[in-house]
T-cell receptor
Framework: QKEVEQNSGPLSVPEGAIASLNCTYSDRGSQSFFWYRQYSGKSPELIMFIYSNGDKEDGRFTAQLNKASQYVSLLIRDSQPSDSATYLCAVLYESYKYIFGTGTRLKVLA | EAGVAQSPRYKIIEKRQSVAFWCNPISGHATLYWYQQILGQGPKLLIQFQNNGVVDDSQLPKDRFSAERLKGVDSTLKIQPAKLEDSAVYLC??????????FGPGTRLTVT
């Protein structure tokens, strides 16, 4: 069974700090990896995707992929209280099926 | 560009009743997904359509759930009869040709 694992948290960081969110996956054949942000009572919103080993930066967000170790991470620099949400990691299998983790709840303390 | 539309936003029904949800994907997106999200969990795939054909419905409880996508555009998901454990948010998503998936606002179903 293909799995995507995340620590449920909550992960608490002070405002202005770097938040580091991690995700591991079970299938070495996975090619595409996604991070979604989900505010309470709202639907998931795509914030980053990454296909290649290494880092990908977009504004305050950096996605990191290490296929050998089968993990994906999301770094949020200069964390703001508005970043407080649940962050879902998703892995694309067989080119069409997305498997989601349970999400990590992030709390940014003002 | 308009996003994924879903209706209704909320629904409360009694167990054993039926309910239907509607989704209109982003224009031009051939791939449409229905997910079930239970509180505290990630979205779980129920069914995927490519145009008006089913790609994967392996996790759809077919004794009570059905879905269709006529004409390859909008889609409906039906539950009949509903059980208490069907209480969840039902999310519709569509996907670009770059594998980016976008979600609608969801329908929050409460079965009493």
């Amino acid at each position: 069974q293909k799995e995507v694992e995340q620590n449920s948290g909550p992960l608490s960081v002070p405002e202005g700090a770097i938040a580091s969110l991690n995700c591991t996956y079970s299938d070495r054949g996975s090619q595409s990896f996604f991070w979604y942000r989900q505010y309470s009572g709202k639907s998931p919103e795509l914030i980053m995707f990454i296909y290649s080993n290494g880092d990908k930066e977009d504004g305050r967000f950096t996605a990191q992929l290490n296929k050998a170790s089968q993990y994906v991470s999301l770094l949020i620099r200069d964390s703001q209280p508005s970043d407080s949400a649940t962050y879902l990691c998703a892995v694309l299998y067989e080119s069409y099926k997305y498997i989601f983790g349970t999400g990590t709840r992030l709390k940014v303390l003002a | 560009e308009a996003g994924v539309a879903q209706s209704p936003r909320y629904k409360i029904i009694e167990k054993r009743q039926s309910v239907a949800f509607w989704c209109n994907p982003i224009s031009g997106h051939a791939t449409l997904y229905w997910y079930q999200q239970i509180l505290g969990q990630g979205p779980k795939l129920l069914i995927q359509f490519q145009n008006n054909g089913v790609v994967d419905d392996s996790q759809l409880p077919k004794d009570r759930f059905s879905a269709e996508r006529l004409k390859g555009v909008d889609s409906t998901l039906k539950i009949q009869p509903a059980k208490l454990e069907d209480s969840a948010v039902y999310l519709c998503a569509s996907r670009t040709d770059r594998d980016e998936q976008y979600f609608g606002p969801g329908t929050r179903l409460t079965v009493t």
